[in-house]
């Protein structure tokens, strides 16, 4: 008779699931190997709390997304690993979720000083909660609007967002030291990133970059959304800065004349990510927003396929777009899909040729990812392609 996996054995599978996937420091390793997940998921069958999967805590009715989640534990490492929180070091965490990561950086920091905010009053207590019955009473817990920071504890050595962040705010700026390192799910032209930054002066500076996703913070609304078909199936998502003609777009894909699909010199393989295209394009070119098309919409046909339905980069210009597809074409067998643009409008075959060369520019340097400066806004910029915010500038080059 087969014995019911405990806990302690199905954490243990859960991190050498992560470690045979990505190279993880020791300490981090230690720390999921120590934390129950399972205690900061009360009610959850204790299979489900140890699967590479974020579980919701807080629904958001009407809303896509839920108010707040426990993050994939793959993911929680990575960025647990860019953090690098050290013993002794002060961390704030913005976005306290279920408890759990703060546990995971009490861990880490020994000795020092783990402070975690949420805006949420049902969160902040369901943190709370779950963190003293874990055994982790020395870490702060404080509701509050994540944008302000904690100051009671500042300054910080470290600090994490576990929420998307559009802009970066001041408050966190003065809060962070000097050479203090900030790492957060940054969102920009429709994309998420998890950036890791230092603070050298008045500059925060990349020291790498990683795909990610997260519910976007609170109080942050430079991100919009608009529908392009009556039924809202098919949307797009545009920062606030970027000019962009919704009905003119509406108005071409209802007419339902494609300018083409064309393809590009670059073939990946079938596990391949490619999102670097998206990147790449963003370090350059303030057309890129973000295209979702629902199941339904796929279902019917409405447009060709994009590459991931759900997100995928389409330049924009006027009444005319051009998006990412994934096409099969089976001639080299390591690598049987081609990028290519499908195009819209009148200068949709400009911008699917626009569209292709940042396709080809990623395909010449693969893992490549820019280097992003973020300045405050009131101050000059570093060399590169500048995206100007409302507290923030966020400059990218290669």
Same mark, same amino acid.
């Given at each position: 008779?087969?014995?019911?996996?405990?806990?302690?054995?199905?954490?243990?599978?859960?991190?050498?699931? +992560?470690?045979?996937?990505?190279?993880?420091?020791?300490?981090?390793?230690?720390?999921?190997?120590?934390?129950?997940?399972?205690?900061?998921?009360?009610?959850?069958?204790?299979?489900?709390?140890?699967?590479?999967?974020?579980?919701?805590?807080?629904?958001?009715?009407?809303?896509?997304?839920?108010?707040?989640?426990?993050?994939?534990?793959?993911?929680?490492?990575?960025?647990?690993?860019?953090?690098?929180?050290?013993?002794?070091?002060?961390?704030?965490?913005?976005?306290?979720?279920?408890?759990?990561?703060?546990?995971?950086?009490?861990?880490?920091?020994?000795?020092?000083?783990?402070?975690?905010?949420?805006?949420?009053?049902?969160?902040?207590?369901?943190?709370?909660?779950?963190?003293?019955?874990?055994?982790?009473?020395?870490?702060?817990?404080?509701?509050?609007?994540?944008?302000?920071?904690?100051?009671?504890?500042?300054?910080?050595?470290?600090?994490?967002?576990?929420?998307?962040?559009?802009?970066?705010?001041?408050?966190?700026?003065?809060?962070?030291?000097?050479?203090?390192?900030?790492?957060?799910?940054?969102?920009?032209?429709?994309?998420?990133?998890?950036?890791?930054?230092?603070?050298?002066?008045?500059?925060?500076?990349?020291?790498?970059?990683?795909?990610?996703?997260?519910?976007?913070?609170?109080?942050?609304?430079?991100?919009?959304?608009?529908?392009?078909?009556?039924?809202?199936?098919?949307?797009?998502?545009?920062?606030?800065?970027?000019?962009?003609?919704?009905?003119?777009?509406?108005?071409?894909?209802?007419?339902?004349?494609?300018?083409?699909?064309?393809?590009?010199?670059?073939?990946?393989?079938?596990?391949?990510?490619?999102?670097?295209?998206?990147?790449?394009?963003?370090?350059?070119?303030?057309?890129?927003?973000?295209?979702?098309?629902?199941?339904?919409?796929?279902?019917?046909?409405?447009?060709?396929?994009?590459?991931?339905?759900?997100?995928?980069?389409?330049?924009?210009?006027?009444?005319?777009?051009?998006?990412?597809?994934?096409?099969?074409?089976? +001639?080299?067998?390591?690598?049987?899909?081609?990028?290519?643009?499908?195009?819209?409008?009148?200068?949709?075959?400009?911008?699917?040729?626009?569209? +292709?060369?940042?396709?080809?520019?990623?395909?010449?340097?693969?893992?490549?990812?820019?280097?992003?400066?973020?300045?405050?806004?009131?101050?000059?910029?570093?060399?590169?392609?500048?995206?100007?915010?409302?507290?923030?500038?966020?400059?990218?080059?290669?």
């Amino acid at each position: 008779m087969s014995q019911t996996p405990t806990a302690d054995r199905l954490r243990n599978r859960l991190v050498d699931a +992560i470690l045979s996937e990505r190279a993880v420091p020791s300490d981090v390793e230690r720390a999921m190997r120590t934390v129950a997940r399972d205690a900061f998921l009360p009610g959850i069958e204790l299979e489900n709390a140890y699967t590479d999967q974020a579980v919701t805590i807080k629904d958001n009715p009407g809303k896509p997304l839920p108010l707040s989640c426990a993050s994939v534990p793959s993911i929680v490492a990575m960025m647990l690993d860019q953090l690098g929180a050290r013993p002794g070091d002060k961390v704030l965490e913005v976005g306290a979720g279920t408890g759990y990561n703060a546990a995971l950086l009490a861990e880490l920091v020994g000795g020092g000083k783990v402070t975690t905010v949420d805006i949420d009053s049902d969160v902040a207590l369901h943190a709370r909660t779950t963190l003293n019955s874990a055994g982790y009473d020395s870490v702060t817990v404080i509701e509050r609007n994540g944008l302000l920071g904690a100051h009671e504890n500042a300054p910080y050595d470290r600090i994490i967002a576990t929420v998307g962040v559009w802009d970066v705010p001041a408050t966190w700026w003065n809060q962070l030291v000097d050479g203090g390192r900030l790492v957060l799910p940054l969102r920009w032209r429709g994309q998420t990133q998890s950036v890791v930054l230092t603070r050298r002066g008045n500059e925060l500076v990349s020291d790498g970059m990683e795909l990610c996703g997260f519910v976007p913070i609170i109080g942050q609304t430079g991100e919009k959304t608009a529908s392009l078909n009556a039924a809202d199936t098919i949307r797009l998502h545009y920062d606030q800065d970027q000019v962009v003609d919704t009905d003119a777009l509406a108005d071409t894909l209802l007419a339902n004349k494609p300018a083409g699909h064309f393809l590009s010199a670059q073939r990946i393989g079938g596990e391949e990510t490619f999102d670097g295209v998206w990147l790449r394009a963003t370090a350059g070119d303030d057309r890129v927003c973000r295209i979702e098309v629902t199941l339904e919409a796929v279902e019917q046909d409405l447009i060709p396929r994009p590459a991931v339905p759900g997100r995928s980069p389409v330049l924009v210009k006027d009444d005319s777009l051009a998006y990412l597809t994934v096409t099969r074409e089976g +001639i080299d067998p390591e690598r049987p899909f081609r990028l290519g643009a499908a195009a819209y409008g009148p200068r949709g075959e400009e911008l699917a040729h626009d569209l +292709i060369a940042h396709i080809d520019a990623w395909g010449a340097a693969r893992r490549v990812v820019p280097r992003m400066t973020v300045t405050p806004s009131a101050t000059a910029t570093a060399p590169g392609h500048v995206i100007s915010k409302p507290e923030s500038r966020i400059t990218l080059a290669y």
